[in-house]
């Protein structure tokens, strides 16, 4: 990987002064604090509704006639992983390549801003609709349940607006290709386009659905509409959503963490066959959260199980490099004893801890998984609130800490500030208590899943019934989870205001690593993206042509909506 200070700087844009801010082009910070701005609030709005569901579900709280239960669990799912997600990445991701690439390119701050612009309206549309009570569908809007028909042109226009992101960073991923001909691109960059090109397959799918099937539908154009097609296109695009969430958050672990420990990324092939991996394997895979819908058959389900288990390729990969990694810093400064290397990480440096705690979560989190993914046991669980404790797990707690983490770097990055010690024990502080109350509510969601609970479902008492008795209990924790997470969001937006506007001015780099060896850099073809995305068309079309080809020609009568409002 080349060194950061051996990379060409854009020509073009002022590089403001260096000791009040950062290091790359105003106009790129602009945008990126733009993006980032929208994540944090959707991450208080969305926890709030989070804390007010657990509350209600434990019987603590009766809801106002105005707003329903379900109203808030779908302003929840679609503010945390469709707004906060799609953001943070894009703030994230562009302020990282802006830091190794030298700069975006002038027209990706247009199509970034355009994508920011379109990806704002459609959410406050959205929000307005679900708060208004007349989008109680959820956050996977499955139909035939219908919503208002503007609540999809919302959603519509924060999809339309993520892909005019993705062409704004292909354009400055392509150009510095042509600059740069016979270099291998960062690695950052190299997993910053690996994800829009995952953003692109997955908003291919939810344009397919939304605009091509639901808006038609909901505007009464067409009468009926074909459930098994909706819920097909959705989880394509909601089992790709995943992919997104762990490629960028692994991409912290992989390239900022060996630089924060002091030591340098293990090995660059490996992170880049991961990554290839994760974009040409495991899209097609969206039929394990269908195992238990009639019409598909065993087979094509028991194709997309074998997909699914891809991950495990990565996923493993990634823990060895981790630790590999760890390993080696510790062997460079001296340590020669066989654990040594473990205690001398920087437990203390808040950007450290809160990724190690993401990556422990991230362990029973992917056992989980397989769980889920497994026919036979799929059975026990699924539509219980293992699911949603599942959920909680992963992208709740891996993804958001590592967020989390990374914020810690980048807000101050982008705002020319410095990180003080007192924010720093507080960032500590707020890495404990979100994993405490993950590990409270989500640890109770598993359990109250395995003795029967539903998700999705505002009172769970069904009449004082002797099955429902038992949940009461872990009820209770799940709403003491709810209040300590909602401590732990309030504490972390006073970090990142603090962060952003009143910490002391000063230098804050956004860590990326160097390789360890020279030998160990990738062929050049790893960088040629048509052969990555031509073999995952390849690899969608063969799990999702058939199916969908059934389902079309299969004479399905269609449904007529259920209006939810
Ligand atoms: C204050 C923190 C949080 C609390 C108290 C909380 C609580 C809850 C509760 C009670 C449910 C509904 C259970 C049901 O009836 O099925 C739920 C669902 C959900 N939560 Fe959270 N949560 C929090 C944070 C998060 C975060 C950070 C994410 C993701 C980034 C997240 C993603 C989801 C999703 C996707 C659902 C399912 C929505 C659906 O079924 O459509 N939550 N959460
Ligand atoms: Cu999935």
Known sequence: MAHVSELPTRPTGKVV????????????????AANLSIAFLALLFGGLAGLLQGFVRSGYLEL???????????????????VLSSFFSIGYLYAGTSKVLGGLHPKTIGFGWAGFALMSVGTVTAAFFILAGKANVLYTFYTPMQAHPWFYVGLSLIVVGILLNCVGMFITYQSWRKNNPGKLTPLFAFFSNAVFVLWVFASLFIAVFVVGLVIPWAFGWVPTIDPMIGRTLFWAFGHTLVNIWM???????????????????FSDSLARVAVVILVVANVPGGFHHQILD???????????VIQ??????????????????????????????????WKILPWKDARFFALIVAMFAFIPAGLGGIINASNQINQVVHNSIWVTGHLHLTVGTTVMLTFFGVSYWLVPFLSGRKM??????????????WASGMLIMSGAMHINGLLGSPRRTADTTYGGH????????????????????????????????QLAFFAPKGETDFPIGEDFSEKDASPLFMDRWSIWVTLGVISIAIAYVIPLFDFISGHNPGSLPFLMF
Request: glycine letters at 8%; hydrophobic letters at 55%; charged letters at 10%.
């Open 247 to 265: 490629l960028t958050s692994i991409s912290a672990w992989y390239v900022s963490m060996p630089k924060i420990i002091g030591g340098k990324v």
């Open 466 to 497: 002797n099955a429902a008795a038992d949940w009461a209990f872990y009820e209770m924790f799940m709403a003491l989870g709810g209040i300590i997470l909602f401590g732990a969001i309030v504490l972390i937006v006073y970090i990142w205001t």
């Open 294 to 304: 009639p019409g598909l058959s065993v087979g094509l389900k028991f194709l997309h």
């Open 308 to 341: 699914t288990f891809m991950i495990i390729f990565p996923s493993l990969m990634t823990a060895f490099a981790m630790l590999a990694t760890m390993e080696w810093a510790g062997r460079a400064k001296g340590v020669t004893s066989l654990l040594g290397w």
């Open 420 to 433: 003080t010690k007192v924010l720093n024990r507080l960032a500590i502080a707020q890495t404990i208590i």
């Open 64 to 82: 106002p006639s105005w707003i329903s239960y379900y109203a808030l669990l779908t302003a929840h799912g679609v503010l945390l992983v469709l």
């Open 17 to 32: 002064d260096r000791d009040t801010t950062t290091r790359i082009p105003i106009e790129d910070v602009r945008l990126s």
